[in-house]
């Protein structure tokens, strides 16, 4: 069986260096993180009963508030104070998942002196190496806190900023020679007595990132704890303003891919975007391109210029396949072999042209081919529409698949066969499935009723209020001419 590799803090900082050489990282002691494996020896939760860990996790919860009792804190503030570390507590999971792993291997329940001989010599290691930072270590985790050096070993600017600027070139401001106490903007907005925080997460904490955003993201991408401020991410979030991108959109796309921030702008990022212009990719578009899909710039060019290739394999033309990378670039995500081309493979099964739908609705080469798709088809199909009939909706209107059978179709399906109009209509407009039943289809169809007319259900739908308001006066009126 397959398992997954154990990493070591120390492991995993081994992979980037300390990017504010000014400063000290604080950092846990070398511990395992996170370790899961299934049958190979090491850590396996297959076998152990949700409810187990879950009684685990408040027996962890348990024993942290009775620590931090012990280190001097209230009980209503512990309590308080808890509420804030499920980071932390996660991490102590994580420890007991590797201290007893072969517990965990059989399935045995851990006892609750188990669970404390594992992680009270842990807490008392932390207390031991962070001392009054302790508590702050613990509710800003996995965020890397800094502790100032003597003033001494302060780093000095280049000499050549100092000629040139007499600005500071970060909008944080950095701890002078002048002051040992970090000032109000190296503090994360300005929030009361919290930790001297990275120069980076006090910087995206001014663009509009949440911190428990900016935890989220070091706890799933340990490296972009340690990215440098001036060196990586100032560059390239004021590379991604220059495009037109939103400040208030830059904390989305940071979140979503953070490795965007460790990218080259000079060797590879702008080197890409080119690529992908030659590719087809509008360059006017390139904010809402970056916005629907960020990981797009941190492809490999083989990766993007395969999938390309199989698009023209498809039969789109070089127009079609700028505007599918550029409206839906998350196409470059799928696999080739493993999606794409087996997708295309079961439209064409069914009679509905790959690449019509491709150009048209590309999302739908995303969707599960037997939980998504099939259930799509043999919903029209048990309709008693032909199977030509469907190929036909289905290259006119893709969006048809993305659309949940239950909640969506089947609804506006039992309306439909209350409008009077015959099942051959839905072929001609297979959008009816995409506007709201409620807010849409309903209120237009009962103005129609109303009024004695007939429309097309074209008309009904796809007018704007304005224009249908005028039609089914002007119907109204030739009707009553006629009578």
Not at 168 to 173: D, L
Request: with cysteine.
């Amino acid at each position: 069986m397959k398992a997954f590799t154990l990493f070591t803090t120390s492991d995993t900082l081994s992979l980037f260096s300390p990017s504010v050489s000014s400063r000290t990282q604080v950092s846990f002691p070398q511990r395992l993180f996170f370790c899961r494996a299934e049958t190979d020896g090491s850590v396996s939760l297959v076998n152990v009963p949700p409810n187990l860990l879950l009684a685990e996790r408040e027996e962890a919860k348990a024993v942290l508030h009775l620590f931090l009792t012990n280190q001097g804190m209230n009980r209503v503030g512990a309590a308080r104070k808890m509420k804030k570390l499920d980071l932390f507590v996660d991490h102590l999971m994580s420890r007991l998942h590797t201290v007893y792993k072969t517990r965990y291997l059989v399935g045995r329940e851990l006892t609750t002196p188990e669970i404390r001989d594992a992680l009270i010599p842990y807490l008392e290691e932390l207390v031991e190496e962070h001392g009054d930072s302790f508590v702050e270590v613990l509710e800003y985790f996995p965020i890397p806190l800094v502790k100032e050096k003597p003033d001494e070993t302060e780093q000095n600017p280049p000499p050549n900023a100092i000629e040139t600027s007499t600005t500071p070139v970060s909008t944080v401001s950095e701890p002078t020679t002048t002051s040992k106490k970090p000032t109000s903007t190296t503090r994360a907005s300005n929030i009361g007595d919290t930790p001297n925080l990275p120069p980076h997460v006090v910087y995206l904490e001014q663009l509009g990132m949440e911190r428990d955003v900016i935890k989220e993201v070091i706890r799933k991408f340990p490296a972009f704890g340690y990215y440098s401020l001036e060196g990586k991410i100032k560059p390239v979030v004021e590379f991604l303003l220059d495009l037109g991108i939103a400040k208030s959109d830059i904390p989305v796309i940071i979140s979503k891919r953070p490795q965007l921030c460790g990218i080259s702008l000079s060797d590879n990022l702008i080197p890409t975007m080119a690529f992908l212009e030659d590719l087809g990719v509008d360059k006017k578009k390139w904010a809402k391109v970056i916005q629907r899909f960020p990981a797009l710039l941190t492809y490999s060019r083989s990766k993007l210029q395969a999938t390309v290739d199989y698009l023209y394999e498809m039969g789109l033309s070089s127009q079609d396949v700028g505007k599918v990378l550029t409206r839906y670039p998350s196409i470059i995500s799928y696999s080739v072999d493993e999606k794409l081309r087996p997708t295309a493979e079961y439209f064409s099964s069914i009679g509905v042209n790959p690449a019509v739908l491709m150009s048209r609705c590309p999302q739908a080469f995303g969707l599960s081919i037997e939980s998504s798709l099939k259930p799509v088809t043999e919903f029209f199909l048990q309709k008693g529409y032909h199977a030509a009939d469907f190929a036909l909706m289905a290259s006119r209107y893709g969006a048809l698949y993305t659309f949940s059978v239950e909640d969506n179709l089947l609804p506006k399906w039992e309306y439909f066969l209350t409008m009077e109009y015959p099942k051959t209509e839905l072929v001609k407009f297979p959008q009816y499935f995409g506007y709201s039943l409620e807010d849409r289809i309903k209120p237009r169809y009962e103005v129609v009723k109303e009024s004695g007319v007939r429309l097309l259900l074209n008309q009904v739908l796809s007018l704007s209020d304005d224009d249908f308001n005028k039609l089914v006066k002007r119907k109204v009126k030739k009707k009553n001419a006629c009578a």
